[in-house]
């Protein structure tokens, strides 16, 4: 059995790296993810004036309840998501002028229903080139709250960066969501947001939060559950292979870490103790119908573990994989293809058929790090695959190779 660490969570690490710029106090975030998105966060809040310092294994945050330091402040957001949805969010409740703007990847990415949604809190926002893309200028005067819609039906980004704002309004936000996606990723703000001392509660659709403002606190990173789902994919595929990562238990905050229970239904030995989970190869790989709403960053790892399948493997209800770091349901279709494999789609599903993927063939990334990692997977049965980007993994696990190839070298 192998025991692999695998870096902090993205997504973990941006909710804190806000909490923290937003509290009261000094927070010290431990074991935070290093890569080019919580980088690009980590700048982006320095630009706008809050301190922040970085040491191996910890970062530590000078909060400012009152919004940024700086009057104004120009944002680079790099490709990353988080940062172009959640930093302009927290610069409206400041005072100033903020521009932001981000990577071509990240331009043509959609955020029109968070920034409508910020219009309509009072919010002066302008968007410098295609209405709800970057870039973007935030005319920052603090935001007085209330109640508003929300269609986050295509990210739930957007209902998480409006979340993290409800503390810092003069009178609390109440939220009603029209569609959601991904809401375990909306489970991880929430309690997140408590335990820096907000109060949120949950009304079916609706999320009403009070203007309690944040406390500082010192704060572990869990690891990233998305990234273990290449090490765990890859210990249900080779006979005689497991995996143990430590720090992803019955108490993770992730949802994706119910990849593993699709695992299962594949027909893999899954094991999730207390603070660690367990998987292994049982030499089968069965054919399933899954919806993966609420899972959908591994819905790559599935499609590229699926040709092994003793049927086809069916991912329904993942329309908004189309608009990631790029449309993943047909850069998976395109991928498999290419290795000679049959797949069908349609508007939000897959279906993969099995059969024996054949190489050599360059794997188009998109440049889109979950395209790397999740055929790298694959590669584990196939000579001769290559990547025409394998650098872009630097996104949210710049050593993924290197781990990789040691996880796949060791016994």
């Known amino acids: 059995m192998t025991v692999i660490d695998i870096p902090g969570s993205k997504s973990v690490t941006a909710r804190a790296l806000f909490l923290a710029a937003a509290a009261e106090g000094t927070t010290t975030l431990l074991r935070p993810l290093v890569s080019d998105d919580t980088e690009g966060f980590a700048e982006g809040l320095a630009a706008l004036g809050y301190a922040v310092r970085r040491e ?47 990577s071509a990847q990240m331009r043509r990415r959609p955020l029109g229903p968070l920034t409508t949604a910020l ?114 994919a890859a210990a249900a595929l080779e006979p005689g292979r497991s995996v143990t990562v430590p720090g992803l238990g019955t108490g993770a905050l992730q949802g994706d870490l119910a990849f593993v229970d699709v695992l299962r239904r594949m027909g893999a030995d899954v094991e999730t103790g207390e603070d660690a989970t367990t998987v292994r190869s049982t030499g089968t790989l069965r054919g399933i119908t899954v919806n993966m709403r609420d899972v959908s960053d591994t819905m790559p790892t599935l499609a590229a573990i699926a040709p092994f399948a003793d049927g086809p493997v069916r991912i329904e209800d993942v329309a908004n994989t189309r608009v990631k770091e790029c449309d993943r349901l047909d850069a998976c279709a395109e991928n ?3 290795l000679g494999i049959t797949v069908r789609t349609g508007p939000d599903w897959i279906e993969i058929h099995p059969g024996t993927p054949a190489g050599p063939a360059e794997i188009a990334t998109h440049g889109d790090h979950r395209i790397v990692m999740s055929f790298a997977v694959t590669a584990l049965r196939v000579p001769g695959v290559t990547f025409d980007d394998p650098g872009c993994v630097k996104k949210t696990f710049p050593g993924f190779h290197q781990a990789f190839d040691a996880f796949v070298r060791t016994p």
């Open 56 to 102: 191996p294994g910890a970062w530590h945050v000078e909060g400012r309840p009152a919004g940024p330091g700086a009057d104004t402040a120009d944002v680079h957001c790099r490709d990353g998501a988080t940062t172009a949805r959640f930093l302009p969010t927290l610069a409206a409740a400041g005072h100033g002028t903020y521009r932001f703007d981000a």
């Open 119 to 232: 219009r309509d809190l009072g919010v002066d926002l302008r968007h410098g080139g295609r209405e709800g893309h970057h870039p973007l200028a935030v005319h920052a005067r603090g935001v007085k709250g209330g109640a508003l819609t929300l269609d986050a039906g295509q990210s739930s980004q957007y209902l998480t960066a409006l979340l993290l704002l409800g503390p810092l309004t003069a009178e609390g936000l109440d939220i009603t969501v029209t569609d959601l996606v991904s809401e375990p990723y909306v489970g991880i703000t929430l309690a997140m947001m408590r335990s820096f001392g907000a109060e949120v509660r949950q009304e079916g659709r609706t999320y009403r939060v009070a203007p309690t403002g944040y406390r500082a606190r010192t704060y572990g990173i869990e690891p990233d559950a998305s990234t273990a789902s290449y090490f765990f």
């Open 336 to 338: 498999l293809r290419r």
